[in-house]
Structure formats: C-alpha cells, structure tokens
C-alpha cells in the first residue's frame, strides 16, 4: 500500500533532495537551477528567482515562472525587494505588490506579480536573495517563509562549497617557487641563481616578491655553516633558543 505523504512531508523531502544536490554542484549556474525550481515547487508559487548582488544594483540571475519577470536585468539594490532583503538581513513578506512602498511599482506592473517573499541568502552578510511570487494576493504562512530560509541557508553552503572548489583549482594550476603556471619548468642560471620570470632574469628574492608578495630574510643553512667553518656545529637559530631560560 502506498504511503501518503503530507505537504509538510513533501517539502521536507524536496529540501534534503536539493540539499544532497547543491552538494555535488561545481558551478554556479548549476546551483541556480537547483535552487529556482526547488523553490518554485516548494512553495507551491507561480514563479521563482535567484538574485546576486552587482555592486550597488541586484542582478536577476535566472528564474522559473510562468511568465517572464526580470531575468538578465538589474535594479538599484536600495530600490528593490531583493536588494532590501540582503540590507536588512530578513526575509521579506508581501502579501499584495500594489500597497506595499518596497516594491517599485514601474518593475512589477508589466509581471503577473500580486505577492512575494524573499528571502537573504546568507542572513549575517547576505550575498543573494530567492524570491518567489504569487499571481494572486495572498500572505504565506511561517511555515513555507521558514522552509524557504532553510532552502536559502542550503544554497550558502553549495555556493561556499563552489568558492572553495575554485580555490583550490585556482591552487592547482598557480606556480610554486619553482613550478610556473601548467607545470612548466622555470628556468634559472645556475651560474647566477637567476630566475626567468616576466621576460627578465631576477634573484630569487625579487622572484618571491613579484610572483607571490613573499619577503624574505637572510641567514645560514647549517650545511653552509658546517662547510665554512670546517665541520663546526652551528649555534642554534633564534627560533630554537628557549627564551625561559635566563641570558
């Protein structure tokens, strides 16, 4: 006998499904589409849009609607819904579009728009918003306002996670000291100790500076200490002295 599920039930289900998803996502645009749709349904809305953040403007990244709302476009953040929503690190509730001063009125009237909810992605420092829209007036419950924010929160993590990814990508293919960008060699003079780089020979002290901002001081191995000296030991560094015991 099949077993019946409530909505509650359902959209529990279809957030750990878009969970288990955005954790496998390696690009962005693979998360937006997750997103858009799982919050559409989840909802149970007439539409659905992801929103970043475009300097001083709100950038409508992709959406899942019935009818075209604002993909591709950007609006002053300090003028529009998602753009309040990240400011003021809330979710944002607008039963009806047409009396509500958040919302500008030029942008929503060519739209099937009636009512909303937005929601921060990422409520202590927000770098996006889903919104999802209503054709006909109405106030969601705390429930689908909640569930909506535990999507938003989920859609974090993925996007930390493609950050992270990219970082370590980026990792793989930046040189080491001694390997240049896709593990080609770098030359050096080995009469000089020179380093090819940037179409000039450097020292190996200005190729640390200019390839990865390192500065560096000067000392002695203790293999050329022992060579100078004729075999001696040499004197501790000052990093391995024991400062607690007394001069």
């Not at 829209?133 to 705390?142: F, H, I, M, T």
């Not at 930046?174 to 450097?202: D, E, K, Y």
Request: net charge negative.
């Amino acid at each position: 006998m099949p077993v019946t599920l409530s909505p509650a039930e359902d959209r529990a289900r279809l957030l750990i499904d878009a969970v288990q998803r955005l954790s496998t996502c390696r690009t962005v645009s693979e998360i937006v589409e997750i997103v858009k749709h799982t919050a559409r349904v989840g909802a149970n809305a007439d539409g659905a849009s992801f929103v970043l953040p475009d300097g001083d403007l709100c950038y409508y990244v992709d959406e899942d609607a019935i009818a075209p709302l604002w993909k591709g476009r950007r609006f002053p953040m300090a003028h529009c819904v998602s753009g309040w929503a990240m400011q003021h690190r809330a979710a944002v509730v607008i039963p009806d579009v047409r009396t509500d001063v958040r919302v500008p009125q030029d942008a929503y009237r060519a739209t099937f728009v009636r009512s909303l909810v937005m929601v921060p992605i990422r409520s202590r420092e927000p770098f996006g918003a889903i919104g999802v829209y209503w054709a006909e007036p109405r106030e969601p419950d705390r429930a689908t306002v909640d569930w909506l924010q535990a999507l938003a929160d989920a859609t974090c993590a993925g996007l930390e996670a493609v950050r992270a990814l990219r970082e370590i990508d980026e990792l793989k293919n930046s040189a080491s000291p001694f390997i240049a960008q896709r593990g080609t060699p770098v030359r050096m003079c080995a009469w000089t100790r020179r380093l090819w780089h940037n179409g000039q020979w450097l020292s190996i002290e200005a190729y640390l500076h200019d390839r990865f901002g390192l500065d560096v001081s000067h000392g002695i191995s203790e293999d050329a200490f022992r060579t100078v000296t004729g075999g001696l030991v040499p004197p501790p560094s000052p990093s391995d002295r024991d400062t607690s015991a007394p001069d």
